[in-house]
């Protein structure tokens, strides 16, 4: 009779574990957003690397502030996803490619628009 008590105790348990395990995590951001906000971040953080520490951190918090402002969330909303994000490594790889890729565009088009500026200036 013990055995058998066990035996459900252990089948209930594992099946709340595995049930748990099964649930998707919900994203207040979507991936397209969280996309854009990262890599918005990545480029105020290379901005800002070269400044003493004393003004990093105070430029570095305003600029955190004013970019979770421009994509309309709070910074206790994007942390909790971030969070979130950080459990899932595949999400979290699948989106930091896409924000390397948009930091790579950004990049090449800055390298192009340089270009240009330095051949019409070239020209005059």
């Not at 035996?7 to 991936?31: A, H, N, R, W």
């Not at 105070?58 to 421009?70: A, D, G, M, T, V």
């Amino acid at each position: 009779m013990r055995k058998i008590g066990v035996f459900i105790l252990f089948y209930f348990g594992t099946t709340l574990f595995m049930s748990c395990q099964d649930e998707k995590v919900k994203f207040m951001i979507p991936d397209e957003e969280m996309i854009k906000i990262l890599t918005d971040l990545h480029i105020s953080e290379a901005a800002i690397l070269s400044l003493n520490s004393n003004l990093k951190d105070s430029i570095s918090n305003l600029h955190y502030q004013q970019i979770f402002e421009i994509h309309g969330i709070s910074d206790s909303i994007f942390y909790l996803d971030l969070e979130k994000l950080r459990l899932d490594a595949k999400k979290l790889e699948k989106i930091y490619l896409k924000v390397l890729d948009n930091i790579e565009l950004l990049n090449v088009t800055k390298i192009e628009k340089d270009s240009t500026n330095i051949n019409s200036k070239e020209d005059k």
